[in-house]
């Protein structure tokens, strides 16, 4: 036997998030798809708690929202049981949904509740240069945006990547927030992770 799509979820590089999905296309027999009776009530995660503001129609579940798109309000989403019962909410945009429904994933219809705040990961790709990332941190902190992590990658060929994980106060400061990391400096793009 080999990975299961819930692995794409516990994946820290996108080597090992591409080295899964290619194994689960070729493999499409590869994992037993899970099968859970839909139910009435609602299962809410809070901000902090990993589902963010996302809800979901399963009572009782753990929701928690995918690393491979980090989904923020108002993304359009969909929902998918995984090992355990929980579910995982990822972009609809995202390669894992398609990959999802060809495993025959149960989906769950999931939901942005009315909070503000939401939990995003940007990545931004700059040529190096000296005090980079004390810029790019100003320009966060000048949005009013919280880092909760940062990761530097070594240069290659003097172009740096950096990615951080960010709390905003509110979905609609992130077009802000991108275009003013953009406009450091040396930085010539900016995305979602």
Sequence with gaps: SG?????????????ARIAISSWLRDHPDGATPTTTPARAPLSVVGARGGGGNAVADLP???????????????DEVAGF???????TVHRVACAAVA??????????????RATADCRVTLTAESFGRPHLLADLTEAI???????????????????VR????????????LPALMRAMRDVPGVYDVDRA
């Design 3 to 15: 990975p299961a799509a819930e692995w794409l979820e516990h994946a820290k590089t996108q080597a």
């Design 60 to 74: 009782d579940a753990t929701v928690r929202l995918a690393g491979c798109c980090t989904p923020v309000p108002p």
């Design 81 to 87: 049981v995984v090992r355990g019962g929980a579910v």
């Design 99 to 112: 990959q999802m429904r060809s495993l025959g994933r149960t989906s769950v219809a999931v939901h942005w």
């Design 141 to 159: 902190a000048r949005q009013g945006v919280e880092v909760v992590s940062a990761t530097v990658e070594p240069p290659v060929e003097q172009r």
């Design 162 to 173: 950096h990615t951080y994980t960010l709390q905003l106060p509110d979905a609609s400061v």
